[in-house]
């Protein structure tokens, strides 16, 4: 029997539309041929001819879940075809549900092989299938990020949705001290930081120690090639770049930007301010920010033809 990779398993669930282990059996049954899998699976009535999960899905959501005493909390990017269906509240209340049961889940295959939290008869993969028949679009489970404070860290969870879903953040704050991680400042300063990520897109890394070598080597190697620059004697060349370097990585920092609710400190001088207020350290550990359909190549149509194209389906 042929080998049956992930990687096979993953194209046919994204020709068909069809569940991971139900694409799984299909091309064991078929001995790893594509098409056979395909027509097996729509003898089945697993996949349909038309396809909706050939279309493409750049809309959707981004939500979050924090659990009651913020030591565990999860970002995810549930995608559909358009803004209507991202909007509609059956759609709405399926990301939520997701995103609360993503707190038990180690990756999106694992969440989707779940019972549904809202009816354990059923599983995740199994109760999308029926969203997606009854709302007509296809509808993918893009990612998920979960935080959870280890065994002793003191902390907490927290996170922004901006743009009615469209940026997501979620944060992870933490201290030395209990009483500090109680007090409610703490908790304004968690969601003010996860605030500050929404509002910064260039920024990736909570501070410049955390910058890969690599990193700063390629954004030295664009520097040094600048055409302003061809003409500058070698040393003067390279104390410009460094200087030009150092504020690059600066900007790819979430400690060196100005505040946004105070232009006049950082966002590391903030901290400072606040341990200093509250009586212990505080640090801010990582993040991660989502911004809806990223990456995602979105098929331009037009209108006109689009609903021409429906009226001619009927």
Known sequence: MAEISAKIVQELRQKTGAGMMDCKKALKENDGDMEKAIEWLRQKGIAKADKAAGRIAAEGLVDTYIQPEGRVGVLIEVNCQTDFVARNEAFKALVQNLAKQATTAESVESLMAQPYIEDESIKVEDFIK??????????????????????GTKGVIDSYIHTGGRIGVLVELNTQDDSVAGRGEFQTLARNAAMQVAACPNVEYVKV???????????????MGRDDLANKPQNI????????????????????????????????????????????S?????????????????????????????????
Do not use: C, W
């Open 130 to 151: 029926q969203t997606v028949a009854q709302l007509g679009e296809n509808i993918q489970v893009r990612r998920f990020t979960k935080f959870t404070l280890a065994e």
């Open 209 to 223: 120690e955390e910058i890969p070598a690599q990193v700063a080597q390629k954004e030295t190697e664009i520097e």
């Open 237 to 280: 060349k390279e104390k410009i770049v460094q200087g030009r370097i150092e504020k690059r990585l600066k900007e790819m920092t979430l400690l060196d930007q100005p505040y946004i609710r105070d232009q006049s400190i950082t966002v590391e001088e903030l901290i400072k301010q606040s341990a200093s207020q509250l009586g212990g």
């Open 282 to 314: 505080i640090q801010i550990h990582r993040f991660v920010r989502y911004i809806l359909g990223e990456g995602i190549e979105k098929q331009e149509s037009n209108f006109a033809e689009e609903v021409a194209a429906q009226v001619g389906n009927k």
